[in-house]
């Protein structure tokens, strides 16, 4: 038998702590990004004989792992257990207390038996290692969450009603944390989805509604009437595939095209959403050098600039559309590259400098705008509850790091070198026309706008997110 414990204090009060980790999306949220975990099943209870059923890819062997809640003291105490999966016992008890003079401390004792046990013991000090990386994150978020739920509570504070609000673009990465995020706030969240993917969708979190604006039935149309906001998101990945005529045409439509066709259908419900917060790039600025760029800044050339500037414009237009009733708001995220280990462009960079052979990406002199994804899901939050927000914002952390400093950080936090540059005309060679904009381009943005918003990054220290999101 093995014990293992970790403990944090936290500012809210013992029910406050309690309260998050019995929300539908708490499971979701509390899994380390850099783990291979899928909940396949869970009723998003902590009662008794509540299940929850994961799957779980290690070493590109897929497993499912069942377990079982076993007592509920609410308040206080919860405790659930493996009943299988790679130990051979594991019972984990959560413990919530008072802190004075006003907060809380969670502590989380787990008895464990690894398989194979005594001889398998030898793996104890990385089993450790590993739990505690993984309690680190789950504490962090937990105290982020609560602390953004309470900031945005103080936003709207004459509101006693949750924020309703509608997402396109769910399953992507963004979206689904979005979802997650919302759900464990007390949002009422719908999903806008298409009529071929409305099967086959992997789980959301309880609550969590699907909906079609075209072609649905009367029930889908009562779930979207007088939503709060819709946070728009649809749009086929810049980087999904090298670009050829048809490609491009693609993510140009998709995006373009597809907000038009989204506008259209909500201008044809009774009671429209009060608010559109629409995705959009810093790709929008083009190749900038060492110049800042706010959000007044001149667009630039070259085809994300060109989509971008369309796809703005097609969104905007949802608040220039007289509905003869209340006057509709209009927000635009544009997005820095959006840091996630398994997705997107650090997925695609883990890799080679695990092995030691990252470095700058040609001259490093370019700088690299990026977020962490819970910023991201948050700021979209943000700007569909912030009722003063229009126009564009700049979803990017403060610390704008060249190329250079990106790839120095990231072998850093790994205890790598960072000696092997990638030159120009490789990534050119590799990728071919979309290696400029989306690789070898500089965009030197600034936030202060989000930042006057009343938002707070979660993470403004690359360094840190990287740790947070590596578990190192």
Known sequence: MSLFSASHQFSCSRSALFRYHQSPGAIDRLIPPWESVTILESADSLAPGSKVSIANRQFGVRQVWNAEHLELVVGSLFVDQLKNGPFRKWIHRHEFSDVEPFGSQLTDRIDFQLPLAPASNLALPWVRTKLESMFRFRHRVTAD??????????????????????????????????????????????????????????RFPTGVVAAQLRGGTGEDQRRLEGLDAVIHLGGYGIAEERWSSAV??????????????????????????????????????????????????????????????????????????????????????????????????????????????????????????????????????????????????????????????????????????????????????????????????????????????????????LEEALRNLLGL
């Open 145 to 202: 969450d609560i602390n953004f739920g309470e900031s945005l509570a103080a936003i709207r504070s004459g509101s006693a009603a949750p924020l309703r609000i509608a997402i396109t673009g769910s399953t992507g990465l963004i979206g689904r944390r979005v979802c997650e995020l919302a759900s464990v706030l007390g949002f009422d969240v719908v999903r806008i989805v298409r009529p071929e993917s409305v099967k086959g969708t992997s």
């Open 248 to 461: 491009k045409q693609r993510i140009r439509d998709s995006r373009v095209a597809g907000t038009l066709q989204l506008i259209e259908g909500l201008g044809r419900l009774d009671s429209p959403p009060k608010a559109l917060i629409s995705a959009s790039g810093i790709g929008i600025f083009g190749d900038r050098g060492d110049d800042f760029c706010d959000e007044t800044t001149q667009a630039g050339t070259g085809f994300l600039s060109d989509v971008a500037k369309e796809w703005e414009s097609a969104a905007m237009s949802y608040g220039s559309t007289s509905t003869g009733r209340t006057a509709r708001r209009v927000a635009i995220a544009r997005m820095g590259v959006v840091l996630h280990p398994r997705f997107g462009a650090l997925a695609k960079l883990l890799l080679p400098f695990r092995l030691g052979l990252g470095g700058r990406t040609g001259s490093g002199k370019q700088y690299w705008p990026w977020v962490h994804i819970d910023d991201a899901a948050s700021i979209l939050l943000h700007l569909a509850a912030q009722s003063a927000c229009e126009g564009p914002y700049h979803v990017a952390s403060p610390d704008v790091p060249t190329n250079r400093d990106f790839a120095k950080t990231l072998a850093k936090v790994l205890s790598r070198p960072s000696c092997v540059p990638t030159p120009a005309f490789a990534m050119r060679l590799l990728l071919g026309e979309m290696a400029g904009p989306l690789l070898l381009a500089s965009t030197r943005v600034t936030t202060s706008r989000l930042l006057s918003s009343g938002y707070r990054f979660r993470f403004n220290s």
